[in-house]
């Protein structure tokens, strides 16, 4: 491994005249209002017990400071890479630019903070956080012009203009008139982040998995997702296989909080899972169990049996195989939400809150499938899993999942592999196999 650097760093020092990239590492941005309202709480509070208006703007050189926490950095082809801390930059972004709007209207010594925004270099501007989808809104906020958020098939968009209503709103009045000034003085130097750099990717992945496998809020699906994109080696591969990546799983989160969660798990239950915990008091948990939660470790541990070993197979792990399986279980969520001629016994297995349904409507699926095809294996297995719900209510046998996991497990383990069916029971047996094929 190179060498890494590790030092604390103002937000003066950290984003002037420095253009920032986010890494594919990096989940979209998704702060929520609370994150905002705490970030400006805790500032204003830091700021204030220091402050009296008697002070004159130089002692706000012995303010205390304020610590925001660590960012790691790649430094890649001349450009810095956000690895991990993008949230609390972004934040900080969209910060200054509101107090930058804030000024406008002030009569009061001004601080310029425009640099610490964008760069302009031969008439045309650049922001410093330096993402293409993201330069139209912030063109917009920085102007105070108009934009319509909420219609952008962008995660990270939508959610910049949300969290700027919020900043609009909740800073603090405190803050405003003649203590502004002093108060961006001590923001932009008495603020301070621990910056982590490392000189290449492959290091900045082992720095970023490290820190998020010891307990930092990164989900298992931003994890995924850098494992997958750090193996794609093609830059143009590597950007189309993140954008198709970004749209599916907002996709998916637009169906309801957890989906993308939800998804991974059905999908690798599905058509990977080979083993499942034995019942007993402190049995081991296996391939089932696994991939419930810690899916992107899971995908690590068995990427030979996943056959991910060059970067095409990893490239096309993300634009064949996600693209292809992601796009039908949307179909099913769809299915199970509303009456769909052709997938009837879908939304009837639904109100009928039989949420095993999912790993084992996707394990027939091929990627060669017509979506004809697609629609009948679909019917086929919901038809049948239609009728073992009605069998076991008939015979008041319960339905609860804990009981019909193992069952489940292997049902799906017989429509993977026909020739099993003949281990099977007299039920999994008058399932018709070869139409699965």
């Not at 705490?38 to 002692?59: G, R, V």
């Amino acid at each position: 491994m190179s060498e890494i650097e590790a030092r604390s760093r103002s937000i003066q020092e950290t984003l002037t005249n420095t253009k920032y990239g986010i890494g594919f590492y990096q989940r979209e941005y998704r702060w929520e209002t609370k994150n905002i309202r705490e970030l400006l709480e805790d500032l204003s509070k830091k700021f204030l017990n220091n402050f009296q208006s008697t002070h004159e703007p130089s002692e706000v050189e012995n303010y205390e400071n304020y610590f925001l926490g660590s960012i790691v950095i790649s430094n890649r082809q001349g450009k810095k890479y956000i690895i991990d801390g993008q949230q609390r930059l972004t934040s900080i972004s969209l910060i200054l630019v509101f107090l930058h709007n804030l000024q406008k209207q002030s009569s009061d010594r001004n601080v310029n903070i425009s640099e610490l925004i964008f760069s302009e270099k031969f008439g045309e501007r650049s922001f410093n956080i330096d993402v293409e989808e993201r330069t139209p809104c912030m063109e917009a906020l920085f102007n105070n012009q108009p934009f319509d958020f909420e219609r952008s098939d962008s995660e990270s968009v939508q959610t910049i203009g949300a969290r700027y209503d919020d900043i609009v709103e909740y800073f603090p009045e405190d803050l405003q008139g003649n203590v502004l000034p002093y108060f961006i003085d001590w923001m932009l130097h008495k603020v301070l982040l621990v910056h982590i750099e490392a000189d290449n990717d492959e290091d900045a992945y082992t720095i970023f998995e490290t820190m998020n496998d010891r307990g930092l809020s990164l989900s298992p699906t931003d994890m995924l997702k850098g494992y997958l994109l750090a193996n794609v080696k093609d830059q143009r591969a590597k950007e189309k296989a993140n954008e198709l990546w970004k749209r599916r799983i907002l996709e998916l989160i637009e169906q309801g909080k957890g989906e993308e969660v939800d998804f991974f798990k059905h999908w690798f239950r599905g058509k990977y899972a080979q083993s499942i915990r034995n019942s007993g008091k402190d049995k081991e948990n296996k391939d089932f169990e696994k991939v419930a939660t810690a899916y992107h470790k899971w995908v690590r541990d068995n990427k030979e049996m996943l056959s991910l070993k060059s970067s095409q197979d990893f490239e096309a792990f993300v634009t064949k195989q996600f693209d292809f399986y992601s796009k039908q279980y949307l179909t099913i969520l769809n299915a199970a939400a509303t009456y769909t001629k052709g997938l009837e016994y879908v939304y009837y297995n639904s109100h009928n809150n039989f949420t095993h349904q999912y790993h084992l409507l996707l394990s027939p699926l091929k990627v060669t499938d017509t979506q004809e095809m697609v629609n009948k294996k679909i019917n086929l297995v919901s038809y049948y899993i239609d009728m073992l719900i009605v069998n076991r209510s008939i015979s008041f046998s319960t339905l609860n999942y804990s009981s019909l996991a193992y069952t489940m497990y292997n049902l799906t383990k017989c429509v993977l592999q026909p020739k099993r069916l003949q281990d099977c029971n007299e039920k999994v047996r008058t399932l018709p196999a070869h139409i699965l094929l």
